[in-house]
């Protein structure tokens, strides 16, 4: 059996840091890692070669035709769908992901056959050894299937940790990057997280707590990852100071020399500061931190485990060990006018090397999408607005087309005065700077469309 596993193109109007983080398909690169031993199966993805589905469908002819989805793909993903249909009807078409996830009703439509609700190595062999063995479909955990009037078997379930295979993307992966770190991999070393912040949708998808795993495997799988940076998006790279000791004593047994980023909380980085300064020393080059805000009651709203004096503590001690800070915070919709002066404030103390922002999204099926309802600015069809970069919640101190020019102000102030040209030329050279610029630029005047016709 025939398997092609398709990742959607971008999607032009949504606004997201997507322009400057271009990751690689790894949802796709694990289904590949499952399968590959007794099917026949390939990865094309549209992010790259955007106009190649149809030249793909004619020269594989494949039998099944596998799709991955982000929140604001749900069309795009349809549309793919549909063409393969169009061009012959026999092809199985199999969608997963996290909107498959989050809202696998999106998918519910004539030209899908399955919605993967999550994926197991399990559920992974069952459908596809069935789907090649010309069986009837029978209830499988996890995976909606049009037979069964997408009904399950009503088990509770979490996505797996499998090692992906990283071969399947081979002539893609010169193309990936993270930030000013090209070519980038990215892998993870633990599944869930257990802050549990109030808007996060990754601990839902993964567990309420940590799930490590065995450093070993890490390790194996470093050593198998050719690119000189590795991103670890683990919800939480630092929350365990024996790990990341242990993390650290293999990679000078091994004499691995790699740029690492990683995503970490407030806490987490002043839980054990001198284990932070040796992760300096092992290649930690940045952490991407989610400061969220300036304002305290937001950050208990959140369900934060920390303060804004912890914030400022969190940045000093980054920077003297060396390692970049990568601040992300997320605009409240009840700000004012004061509220994005004091923002500005806050990140001119804070003093990260690169800040990211985007607006409070309240992604459907999740409690922020009841407490926000009747504030809502988009459907909940309306599936590519349902990007981080869109005010979806209407503001209620500031008329939309004002806080969208806070917004705008505020991005001109952090790239013109606070994210560093000269840090940026010193650490990632002229080519990386001018294409962080041309993403910029790109992303600036959507945001003075959205505020005129807001």
Partial sequence: MKILLVRPPRIKQAVTLGEFMFCEPIGLEIVYAVLKDRYEIRILDLMVEEDRLEAELQNFEPDVVGITSLCIDVNAVKAIAQKVKA??????????????????????????????????????????????????????DGVLSEAHQYQSTGKAGRNE?????????????????????????????SLGCSKNCDFCLRWRLEGAAEQDIDLDIVMEQIKEISEPSIMIYDNDFMNNRDRLEAFC???????????FICYASVKSILSHPETVKRLAGSGLRAVLVGYETFNPEELAAYKKKSTVEDSYKASALLKEAGIDCWASFMLHPDWDAKDFKRFRRFIRKLKPEIST??????????????????????DIEAYEQWSFGKVSIRPSKLSLRRYYYEMVKTILYVNLFMNSTAYMIKRFGFSTLFRLFIGSVKVLPVYLRLMMKA
């Fill in 87 to 140: 061009m012959n009807p026999t092809v199985v078409t199999v969608v997963g992901g996290t909107q498959a996830f989050l809202n696998p009703g999106a998918f519910f439509c004539d030209s899908i056959d399955h919605v993967m609700k999550y994926t197991t190595s399990d559920n992974l062999n069952r459908l596809y050894d069935v789907l090649a063995a010309k069986q009837e479909i029978p209830l499988i």
């Fill in 161 to 189: 940790y499998i090692v992906p295979d990283r071969s399947a993307t081979e002539r893609y992966r010169q193309h990936y990057s993270y930030l000013g770190y090209k070519p980038c991999a990215i892998m993870q070393t």
């Fill in 249 to 259: 004593d293999l990679l000078d047994k091994n004499g691995i020399r790699k740029n």
């Fill in 357 to 378: 922002f985007s607006p409070l999204t309240p992604f459907p099926n999740l409690p922020l999408y009841q407490q926000y309802k009747d504030r809502l600015i988009f």
